[in-house]
């Protein structure tokens, strides 16, 4: 792994570059040079969250010259990198919730190229993000979302195993069951909380399975509610 201070040389290489670029017809080479310094610049967003628009407009320029139909690779990993960059930004004004809308657009056309045989990992993570998008997508076909992500984690938990990545499969069935219990299945939704909170003990995971009881005891609560 990069050091923080070299991913930033490399940022400030990429800027140098692309400035030098922009006075030739190089389009290919400096879109591919907005698409890492997009990365560089998304690696740096843990500590430091403001550089997640930068990132994303790094992003978009390189979506100028990749297209889906000549550089399917490419396109797809800017777009897999927009909607998890805007997702990972807080939602605190009603405004915010357009990002959440770009997000998905984004993610799915990621998953019009990646497929589990060709690039596994991006097509989970691509997978993975447009599903807990859905469940928070506003929109009039709120139910249909729910069910488009509960299909989704299922697609997800098809290439996973329980036995190699017992935490990862239990995220995930976490997840799943929020979407169950927001479509009103409670009984399908507590399966689901029950079977993750087994994994996340298995590998003795205590905030795991602090969440999941919490989770647990709101269907609890929504049950006798409606009783």
Do not use: C
């Not at 069935?173 to 479509?183: P, T, W």
């Amino acid at each position: 792994f990069r050091t923080q201070h070299a991913i930033e040389a490399s940022i400030e290489w990429y800027d140098r570059a692309i400035e030098v670029l922009a006075a030739t017809n190089l389009a290919e080479l400096r879109a591919g040079l907005q698409l890492e310094r997009g990365l560089a610049l998304h690696q740096l967003a843990d500590a430091q969250p403001q550089r997640l628009m930068p990132a994303v407009r790094s992003y978009q320029s390189a979506l100028i010259h990749f297209t889906e139909s000549e550089h399917p690779e490419q396109f797809a990993t800017a777009n897999m990198h927009i909607g998890i960059a805007y997702l990972s930004m807080p939602m605190t004004d009603a405004s915010d919730q357009v990002r959440l809308g770009v997000a998905v657009q984004s993610l799915r056309a990621a998953l019009r190229v990646f497929s589990p045989d060709t690039h596994a990992w991006e097509w989970s993570s691509s997978k993975m993000n447009l599903a807990n998008a859905l469940q928070y997508l506003p929109s009039t076909h709120r139910g249909d979302n729910l069910a488009e992500a509960v299909e989704m984690y299922d697609d997800v938990l098809a290439q996973r195993s329980k036995i190699s990545d017992p935490a990862g499969y239990g995220r995930v069935l976490a997840n799943q069951a929020n979407a169950l219990a927001h479509l009103g299945r409670l009984d399908d939704a507590t399966e689901k909380y029950e079977e993750a909170k087994q994994l996340f003990g298995s590998v003795g995971d205590t905030e795991g399975i602090a969440v999941i009881d919490a989770q647990l005891a709101e269907v609890e609560s929504v049950r006798e509610g409606s009783a």
